[in-house]
């Protein structure tokens, strides 16, 4: 099983409804991510979350909310969605207490929005 | 403003052999993290190599390592003995020390195809 773990990893939605995507994890990672992937680009970051009380918006967060339910899970929302937020979302992890901080990645989910 | 830069946007290689895939980065800090991701057509992404700006030896593992330039803010990943496994498109991405709000920066990406 994969340590971070997203569902859908594949949505299509329509303009203006709300989609929410989850994340999991268990690497017991303190820090959780999420970034956007479009097509010939690498990856922007949309929010992030250095514990369950912490949460900060990262370059691109207009059009989305997150939530830190527990130190293990991280949801992304997109209130009203719309088409130029068709992506891949990634949510991904880090363990501050270890030197290099290095981010570990989900599979990714796949979003369409028609 | 802290910008990385892959410059092959496709690369080729024989099976078995041994192929560059070169990365740039611009930045003013002197403390950073420098990494390679890659990702095959299943979309994840996968940590190929890390490498701390402080240490001057470069990173290895097993068939990857790096060839970092501190002064020329050049980051290049070798593969050797390459494997069909290999086929997939390389990030470069680059992690500032300070502030340390996990944001990575990213290049464009690289294509790798890996010819049997």
């Known amino acids: 099983d994969a340590d971070v773990t997203q569902t859908p990893r594949n949505r299509i939605t329509k303009t203006g409804k709300r989609i929410m995507l989850e994340c999991s994890q268990t690497?017991?990672?303190?820090?959780m991510y999420w970034y956007r992937q479009d097509p010939g680009l690498g990856l922007r970051l949309i929010y992030y979350?250095?514990?369950?009380?912490?949460?900060n918006k990262g370059e691109i967060s207009d059009g989305y909310s997150v939530s830190r339910q527990a130190q293990a899970k991280f949801s992304l929302s997109l209130e009203s969605a719309i088409p130029n937020q068709t992506a891949l979302y990634f949510c991904a992890t880090s363990d501050s207490g270890t030197p290099t901080n290095t981010i570990y990645f989900g599979e990714g989910s796949w979003l369409t929005v028609v | 403003a802290q910008t990385v830069t892959q410059s092959q946007p496709e690369m080729s290689v024989q099976e078995a052999e041994t192929v560059t895939l070169s990365c740039t980065y611009d930045?003013?800090?002197?403390?950073?993290?420098l990494f390679w991701y890659k990702q095959p057509p299943s979309r994840q992404m996968i940590l190929v190599i890390r490498?701390?700006?402080?240490?001057?030896q470069n990173a290895t593992e097993n068939r990857f390592s790096v060839n970092f330039q501190k002064a020329a803010k050049s980051f290049s990943l070798k593969i050797s003995d390459s494997q069909l496994g290999d086929a997939a498109m390389y990030f470069c991405a680059y992690r500032p020390f300070s502030g340390n709000t996990g944001k990575l920066i990213f290049g464009q990406g690289t294509t790798l195809q890996v010819k049997p």
């Open positions: 979350s250095f514990d369950v009380k912490d949460i």
């Open positions: 690497k017991g990672h303190d820090r």
């Open positions: 930045t003013s800090e002197s403390d950073y993290y």
């Open positions: 490498q701390e700006a402080y240490k001057q």
